[in-house]
């Protein structure tokens, strides 16, 4: 059994900032990868942020330059740091932990971005 928590989410003007956390825990003791997704009202969950347990990193191109993912596999925990916030980034973010296949998913965290 894997529990995924995000926390951190909320509303904030933009150019503003904030940062996501996510913690993992349960039966597995460290995790292959872990990242961020996010959903927009009507559109498909997509990728923003994943990272490796050996601390390789890959972003959607839309995020480059404005967000950054870190890790502390120690803890399984996972952090997103949102710098120049657009209102395009507003989203249900969602925290993923996995070695294989499809991985495990938190609940949520809204994150709205005001124009």
């Known amino acids: 059994q894997v529990q995924v928590v995000e926390s951190g989410g909320g509303l904030v003007q933009a150019g503003g900032s904030l940062r996501l956390s996510c913690a993992a825990s349960?039966?597995?003791?460290?995790?292959?990868?872990m990242g961020w997704y996010r959903q927009a009202p009507g559109k498909q969950r997509e990728l923003v942020a994943v990272?490796?347990?050996?601390?390789?990193?890959n972003y959607v191109d839309s995020v480059k330059g404005r967000f950054t993912i870190s890790r502390d596999n120690a803890k399984n925990t996972v952090y997103l740091q949102m710098n120049s916030l657009k209102p395009e980034d507003t989203a249900v973010y969602y925290c993923?932990?996995?070695?294989?296949?499809?991985?495990?998913w938190g609940q949520g965290t809204q994150v709205t971005v005001s124009s």
């Open positions: 993923n932990a996995r070695v294989v296949g499809p991985g495990y």
């Open positions: 349960g039966s597995i003791l460290s995790f292959t990868a």
């Open positions: 990272i490796t347990s050996g601390g390789i990193q």
